[in-house]
């Protein structure tokens, strides 16, 4: 009897070992599904992005005549402003192909170059009038299919390219004479969005969104911890405190499409604040972080031992001495933790802003949170849902930075957390 049992016992701890095994195996392979998964992702990501943060540029030399600008150095910057600069900017390439006569080959040729040298044309007649009348060498932007067929020929690619066979040959006596590089594209950080893909660029995106971001946390940080410190410390257990707390729990919950509804009724309609704009989107923002600002900054007020609050009060100190001198610096590293992450969650969000009206084209950087601006996020999704087949880059490159962003908030909150934990200790 004593041998059946024991075999039993042994049956019954190898089916639990086995069990154990089994749970880890199954753990371990969710984990290497997931960063498989993952890496796929990111690797499809950069690869397809990393092109969009080089552009292809043509250095040519440019006759600033003032009878083809129809301007002189004495005119203003208005009248600048209104020169012909797309004559001279097409006769700088029409001067390396003296033998293209007819005004359709003509036109075919000047498609080679950007918009852009008419723009960087124009900023040099306005910011260094002196140079009307003579020749300037310039350095300025090929088209967007110029520079998807130059990408793709560098790294031995097949492209189905929409230049056609005389477009090509032109590229490559270009290309022979050494006018044709590639460089990094400052355009894509400084730049606003634009209709031609090789202008387009996140800087009004990202200005937009440091607007967006900093009125959230003027906003949300400080109402948010004085919430958590009026409930977690001075308010009694009533059932209005347990209503506030289960609704500031239930809000962490809401879909964020909910917010926007939110601020284009209230926010937009009632209050009348401007559309599209940071202000707006701020806000919006902020009612959105702020339950998760709340729970955060209860959580880590929770775990101040109440032996600090005794020590303050045993001192002679006020409830309100011991919470701001006492238990919020001992709060403090959970605190902006969950402030930092909220943000970031916010930095993400789209649905809320684009409610809001933050989608709109916004060609120029904004100079102030009150002028109409779109976010990253946002701008990621307009280039998305671009037919051009040159914002593909543009809104891959524009993911890894947002993935930058993201990931520079995480780190800064760990470390933040650290930092804070050393000094209380």
Not at 117 to 136: F, Q, T, Y
Not at 167 to 184: A, C, N, S, T
Not at 267 to 275: A, D, S, W
Not at 312 to 340: K, W
Request: hydrophobic share 50%; glycine share 6%.
């Amino acid at each position: 009897m004593r041998n059946e049992d024991s075999l039993y016992q042994k049956k019954r701890d190898r089916r639990r070992l086995f069990a154990d095994f089994r749970f880890r195996v199954y753990g371990i392979l969710g984990l290497v599904l997931a960063g498989s998964a993952l890496l796929f992702l990111l690797g499809n990501i950069f690869s397809t992005g990393y092109s969009a943060f080089q552009q292809t540029v043509i250095t040519l030399e440019f006759n600033l005549d003032a009878e083809i600008l129809g301007v002189t150095s004495t005119a203003s910057p208005a009248e600048r402003q209104e020169a012909n600069a797309a004559k001279v900017a097409k006769n700088g390439l029409y001067v390396l192909f003296p033998e293209v006569k007819k005004s359709k080959d003509k036109r075919n040729l000047t498609k080679l170059l950007s918009l852009g040298a008419e723009l960087d044309i124009r900023d040099l007649l306005i910011d260094k009038p002196e140079s009307i009348g003579s020749s300037v060498t310039l350095t300025v932007p090929m088209s967007s299919d110029v520079d998807q067929y130059y990408k793709a020929s560098l790294r031995g690619e097949q492209f189905q390219s929409r230049l056609d066979e005389q477009q090509k040959k032109w590229l490559q006596i270009l290309i022979d004479k050494k006018i044709v590089e590639m460089q990094f594209n400052t355009d894509f950080f400084t730049r606003a969005d634009s209709r031609y893909p090789e202008l387009a660029g996140i800087g009004g995106a990202v200005v937009g969104t440091i607007y967006t971001l900093l009125i959230c946390l003027l906003i949300a940080f400080p109402l948010g911890v004085a919430a958590a410190i009026y409930l977690e410390e001075f308010s009694r257990d009533s059932f209005m405190a347990r209503m506030v707390e289960a609704n500031i729990n239930n809000l962490a919950a809401v879909p964020s499409v909910i917010f926007g509804l939110l601020g284009l009724a209230v926010i937009l309609n009632v209050f009348g604040l401007p559309r599209s704009t940071p202000l707006a989107g701020g806000i919006v923002l902020a009612l959105m972080t702020l339950p998760t600002i709340i729970i955060a900054c209860r959580s880590a007020i929770k775990t101040v031992p109440p032996s600090i609050r005794e020590a303050g009060m045993a001192m002679g100190a006020s409830p309100i001495q011991v919470t701001f001198h006492h238990v919020m610096p001992a709060a403090m590293s959970g605190t902006l933790t969950g402030t930092i992450i909220g943000l970031a969650q916010a930095l993400g969000e789209t649905a809320p802003l684009l409610m809001i009206g933050m989608v709109a084209f916004i060609a120029n950087v904004p100079g102030a949170p009150s002028d109409p601006a779109t976010a990253l996020p946002v701008q990621i999704y307009l280039w998305a849902e671009s037919a051009e087949r040159g914002f593909v880059e543009k809104t891959a490159a524009a993911i890894m930075v947002i993935i930058v962003f993201l990931i520079a908030m995480n780190l800064l909150a760990v470390l933040i957390r650290n930092r804070t934990r050393i000094s209380n200790k």
